[in-house]
């Protein structure tokens, strides 16, 4: 069965600290992909990445970057030199591929505050 | 930009109410989908639809029962609302399924308290 585990409940850092959240997720596909959204407070869900199980490449984007490693079943986001804007519920996400089903199973979310 | 609209940002309701919660999604989109947020647990599917008058159960349906009659409007009917149904209840859509699957599309969600 599929699972996501994030196993960060809460974090609390100040500005401009690094930060990174942990995801690590379990399947028995071989195809698959791996999502994070960010819940800000106003509660609306937004997409950040999306990745597939066979493009392993660490992916940046600005302040925020992605490592997916398969050998540990992980894909990790850290938030360089994070904002206070930063603050919000974030969620690790898998959908296993195949079969019409875009069904996705989501960790339980990791609540990351940045402080001034 | 995509939107999703629901509702009701907040509601109250007593224990053996019938409940409606709709959700609209302006982008023509097949699939939509309702979700609940708990603290704790994260987000859990409750029902999903991939078309018109086409549903299929999620993870927790009990309880729940969905309606789409039209393609742009995905409602969550709580036949007679319990106090464990009290919730964050986030609706969601997407276009139809391809490989690689397009990403969901979220509402604001509807704060649902049952006393």
């Known amino acids: 069965a599929q699972k996501v585990t994030q196993a960060q409940t809460e974090i609390s850092v100040v500005e401009k600290e690094d930060v990174t959240l942990d995801c690590v997720y379990e399947t028995r596909d071989t195809t698959y992909y791996l999502f994070w959204y960010k819940q800000p407070p106003s509660g609306e869900l937004v997409f950040l990445i999306r990745?597939?199980?066979?493009?392993?490449q660490n992916e940046i984007s600005g302040r925020y970057s992605w490592n997916f490693q398969k050998s540990t079943s992980s894909f990790n986001f850290t938030i360089t030199a994070s904002q206070v804007v930063d603050s919000a519920v974030y969620f690790c996400?898998?959908?296993?591929?195949?079969?019409?089903?875009?069904?996705?199973?989501f960790g339980k979310g990791t609540k990351l505050t940045v402080n001034p | 930009d995509v939107k999703v609209t629901q509702s009701s940002r907040y509601l109250v309701k007593r224990t053996g109410e019938k409940v409606f919660l709709e959700c609209v999604q302006d982008?023509?989109?097949?699939?939509m989908f309702w979700y609940r947020q708990d603290p704790g647990l994260g987000l859990r599917l409750i029902y999903f639809s991939y078309d018109v008058k086409m549903k299929e159960k999620g993870d927790i349906p009990e309880g729940y029962s969905v309606s789409r009659e039209k393609k742009e409007r995905f409602s969550l009917i709580l036949e007679s609302a319990s106090t464990n149904q009290t919730s964050m209840y986030l609706c969601a859509s997407s276009p139809p399924w391809t490989d690689p699957p397009y990403e969901q599309y979220f509402g604001p969600g509807t704060r649902l308290t049952v006393t």
């Open positions: 996400a898998l959908s296993e591929a195949g079969g019409g089903s875009e069904k996705l199973v």
């Open positions: 990745r597939n199980s066979f493009d392993e």
């Open positions: 982008m023509d989109h097949e699939n």
